[in-house]
Each structure stands twice: as C-alpha cells, then as structure tokens.
C-alpha cells in the first residue's frame, strides 16, 4: 500500500475589504499578517514539514505564503495555481494536486474554495462548527487526493 500524503490547507490572513479594486488585487491588513504569523507558530508547534507551497494566483494569498515561510525560515519556491482561486473547482484541484509529485502539500486558497475542497476530501462529516476563518489552518491525510479518501487531521484558528 502506498505511503499516505499529507495536505495542509491555509486560507489568506484577513485583507482588505472588496471595494474599488479588482478582487485578485486585495493586500493583506495588519490583522491578516498576524494571523498567518500565528498560524505558522502553530504549523511549527505541530512539528510538521511540506516538500511544496502551491498558492493562489491573488495577492492576498501569495502575501500569507510569502509571512508563513518567513516564520517558517523556509526558502520553499511558490508554485502558483489558478486552480485554487475563490471560485476553484475542488474536483479539478484534488486531480491535479494528486498528480503532483510531493508527499506533503501546503495549498494556500481562499472561500468558499477552501471549505469546499475540504469537504470534498475528508471521508466523514467534518468537526461540528467547522469554519475556515481568515488564516485558519488545516491538515488532512491520505494514499491520494479524491472525494471521500482522507482523514481529518487537525486544524488551527487564530
């Protein structure tokens, strides 16, 4: 039997709100930096590791990859994903994220994506309460990434 991979899935820091600007362009606040600050803390607590970054094209998404690896000290090149947008298509990212060659994946996304995509994954009902707040960390686990075929692992809010 194959060796199980592990996904940890980050949504964006809280950003600026929508307004005048294109979506794609909203940056990080203040707030949002924090929050993935706190998030890799607590990446680091769980003493976990991944072999790639694959992001968001948007900025908002690109920024929280770019403060997580800083807390991180990682040097990890982005891979960026059109994929994994708002709007994403959980099934067409779960095909491509499973014909990636690493075992363990951070994918930083966006909602409803994020929550979608998760849903899509895990193989029961996810936590009551489940949310996917700004910088809200997950982790799954499976032989591969497809409807119904990982375990729920952790997760963290700030």
């Not at 606040?29 to 991944?50: P, R």
């Not at 040097?75 to 363990?104: F, H, M, T």
């Not at 995509?117 to 591969?144: C, H, K, N, Q, W």
């Amino acid at each position: 039997m194959s060796k199980p991979k592990r996904l940890f899935v980050l949504r964006h820091g809280h950003a600026q709100p929508f307004g005048y600007e294109c979506d794609e362009n909203r940056a990080l606040t203040e707030l949002g930096i924090a929050e993935v600050k706190a998030a890799a803390k607590a990446f680091i607590a769980q003493v976990e590791t991944f072999d790639a970054i694959i992001v968001s094209p948007y900025l908002r998404a690109q920024q929280t990859a770019k403060v997580f690896l800083e807390e991180l000290n990682s040097s990890l090149n982005i891979i960026d994903c059109p994929l994994i947008v708002p709007e994403g298509r959980k099934i067409e990212a779960a095909i491509w994220l499973d014909s990636q060659r690493y075992r363990s994946i951070l994918v930083v996304t966006h909602q409803p994506f994020a929550h979608q995509f998760l849903d899509y994954l895990v193989d029961e009902p996810l936590p009551v309460g489940f949310s996917m707040t700004t910088a809200t960390l997950v982790s799954v686990e499976g032989v591969f990434f497809a409807g119904a075929c990982c375990q729920f692992r952790w997760r963290f809010s700030p």
